[in-house]
C-alpha cells in the first residue's frame, strides 16, 4: 500500500525542539514538490514549509521562518521538518504531503490543492 508516514510529533515545552519525518511506504517518492501542512483544533489546515524534489527550492510560511528548516533526503525517500524555538501556537498536527505536479508559482505551494497525497498526521503539541 501507497503511503506517507510521519513521525517524530510529541509533546515538548516552549522553546524546545522538535525533528518531523516523513517517509514513503510501498513506493518511491518522486514528486514536483514535498511540503508540510499543519492544522489546530477548530483551524483550517495551513502552510508550514515546502521542498522542490528536484531543484531543492524551499519555501517557508512568514509564521516558522528562521525557526523550522525542511529538507530531504532522497536515498532514503524521506523528507525532514526541524522545528526549533518551538512556540504554543505550533501546536497541531503536522501532514506530510507531495505534489505530483508541477506548481507554476510560489502562491501555489501554499495551497492544499496543489497536493494529490497526504499522510495521516503527527501531534505537535508545545507548552507554554
Known amino acids: 500500500q501507497e503511503q506517507l508516514i510521519e513521525s517524530g510529533g510529541g509533546l515538548v515545552q516552549a522553546g524546545g525542539s522538535l525533528r518531523l519525518s516523513c517517509t514513503a511506504s510501498?513506493?518511491?517518492?518522486?514528486?514536483?514538490?514535498m511540503a508540510w501542512f499543519r492544522q489546530a483544533p477548530a483551524k483550517e489546515r495551513e502552510f508550514v514549509a515546502s521542498?522542490?524534489?528536484?531543484?531543492?527550492?524551499?519555501y517557508y510560511s512568514d509564521s516558522v521562518k528562521g525557526r523550522f528548516t525542511i529538507s530531504k533526503n532522497t536515498a532514503k525517500n524521506t523528507v525532514y521538518l526541524q522545528a526549533n524555538i518551538l512556540k504554543p501556537e505550533d501546536t497541531g498536527v503536522y501532514y506530510c504531503?507531495?505534489?505530483?505536479?508541477?506548481?507554476?508559482?510560489?502562491?501555489?505551494?501554499?495551497?492544499?490543492?496543489?497536493?494529490?497525497?497526504w499522510g495521516q498526521g503527527t501531534q505537535v503539541t508545545v507548552s507554554s
Open positions: 510501498g513506493f518511491t517518492l518522486n514528486p514536483y514538490a
Open positions: 504531503t507531495a505534489a505530483m505536479l508541477p506548481l507554476a508559482y510560489a502562491a501555489a505551494y501554499y495551497d492544499v490543492s496543489g497536493y494529490h497525497n
Open positions: 521542498i522542490n524534489w528536484g531543484d531543492d527550492k524551499i
